[in-house]
């Protein structure tokens, strides 16, 4: 009898600490989540331009709902799946594709082309040239293989068709997509076309500690990608030291005004007499859009066929931080465009649409070979 009581007290000293153990476990969690809601949002408040802009007088309001209710969700939280729901939920409250989560415990690639697809200009049947550009974001050899893109694309002004396969282009540096163009049209008529795009633009970068930090680290990468005397390394080095200015002068923006270029005297006309064609899916996003804009802006009677593109807000420029809990990474923006002519989360519906997955091959050799072939044989008016 007695040796029953004992591992009866035994089973029940084993149930008591497995069941304190669990209530520490979930302790820690809704801990670890409340640390990293409270780091988000007070990052967002420090860095974030949205808290700060007159034209969208709800953010802050909807900002701090959002923070609310994750606050009362963590009251439910039993795992680390809970955790990571929380912050996405939280962050989908903004409504912005540049506001994000990354998670590791998601496998996914680091790469910005994760199809591996090469950067390249083919030639096809019917005087037709494709040019593969899946992403704005090259690793080291793919900043070379765009340089030669950017050198020669120039030779194929009187083509019958050029191709912008921007398929999986999810962006990156949009100063790659403006030199091609330039490269293409010239560089005084896409210096024209770029002014009627952007002169009505302004933008406002939110001056803080950290946002600084952040331009000194893009300015490192744009000396690495474009050396240090090209004129976008200047533009930048520009910025950073009106942000730093502003920083110190207590101010909440630095207002980077568009260039205003002077355009030439004499309105110049489109000096290429091929037709343009962009390839686009659901993931082109960000500088993959300013691309289109730009290209549009220089030949708008460009032609997009595939599926309908992201969208993106007004809020741009991203930067990462690390989470307290070490649980990921989020992503989010740090300056603010004004009268941007696209419009705010609008996104560029295709001419030609394609129902199906437009990133398999097997649409590139069936529907898109044939489309872009019938294209090709069109009166350009």
Known sequence: ????????????????????????????????AQQDIDFIHQTFLENHPGVYNDRDPDFVKNMNTAYQDARNSILSIKSAQDHEKT?????????????????KNVSYSNSSNPENIEFAISSMPNDIVWISLPTFQPSKEDQEKLKAIIN???????????????????????EWGTQIIASLFGKDYAAQSFYALNKNIEVDWRASKDNLAHLSYILDCIKDEFGEGSLFFSEVKKIEAGVKQAYKEHKIFYTEYT?????????????????IVAITSSRCASSCLTFIDELKAADPKTILIGQTTSADTIYNEMRYIYLPSGLGKIQFPIKLYRNTPRGNNVPYIPNIPYPADINSEEAKNQWLLETIQELSTMNSN
């Not at 069941?19 to 476990?25: D, K, L, P, S, T």
């Open 259 to 275: 260039p205003q270029l002077i355009p030439h005297k004499n309105k110049l006309q489109n000096p290429i007499t091929a037709k």
């Open 1 to 32: 009898m007695k040796t029953t009581q004992f591992y009866s007290y035994i089973f029940f000293g084993i149930i008591t600490a497995l069941f304190a153990g669990y209530q520490i476990h979930i302790y820690n969690l809704k801990k670890s």
């Open 87 to 103: 912050i996405n939920s939280y962050l989908a409250s903004f409504h912005d594709p540049h506001v994000i989560f990354f998670s």
């Open 152 to 174: 020669q694309i120039s030779q194929y002004q009187t083509s019958k068709l050029i191709v912008f396969d921007l398929r999986g282009n999810g962006g990156g540096c949009s």
